[in-house]
């Protein structure tokens, strides 16, 4: 990975973002690429989707970032509870091995979105790494409204792709090889 890339997915609920980032970096592992970030998951119960949680590309972690409980906390989004101090626990223990200054790194982050944006140590993180040299593939709410997504659009070098379920497989074939020039 010489070229650095900075590139941010987007496109409707349910389109395949999270599928996406997911086979690139089991693909990229593969081939030996060090990768830093993380997934977000839903996790259901039956048919019923009960939550969220966030969980480290390299599997050494993970955590709920949000889910429906009987009580409300501080930080919501609908009905889903958002865990603001444990999710930053997982981002000093999913990133404490990760230099900024090492630019030979991958950083997948899914997704960079209304629960995450809670965390202040997330918008910092978030802005540090795309202001550094490395790589980055990142997903990002389509319909979000916050002063990061704004940075990040007006950024010179970002690239943004519209995932639906017809541009999958070409979107993902063209950052794979991008990412491998």
Not at 59 to 76: A, G, I, V
Not at 138 to 167: C, F, S, V, W
């Amino acid at each position: 990975m010489s070229k650095r890339l900075k590139i941010l997915i987007t496109g409707p609920p349910r389109c395949g973002k999270t599928t996406f980032v997911s086979q690139i970096s089991i693909q990229l592992k593969k081939m030996n690429i060090k990768i830093f970030g993380f997934i977000t998951t839903e996790v259901k119960k039956g048919q019923k989707r009960i939550g969220f949680r966030a969980i480290d590309i390299n599997l050494k972690n993970e955590c709920w970032l949000s889910r429906k409980l009987n009580k409300k906390t501080k930080f919501m989004v609908g009905n889903y509870n958002v865990f603001v101090d444990e999710f930053e626990q997982f981002l000093e223990k999913c990133f404490e091995s990760f230099s900024i200054n090492n630019s030979n790194n991958l950083i997948i982050i899914d997704e960079i979105g209304k629960m995450e944006l809670y965390s202040k140590k997330f918008i910092s993180l978030i802005s540090e790494i795309f202001k550094s040299n490395n790589s980055i593939l990142a997903t990002i709410g389509q319909k979000l409204r916050h002063p990061i997504k704004e940075m990040l659009l007006q950024m010179k070098d970002i690239k943004l792709y519209n995932l639906n379920r017809n541009n999958f497989d070409e979107i993902k074939s063209d950052l794979i090889q991008m990412l491998l020039e």
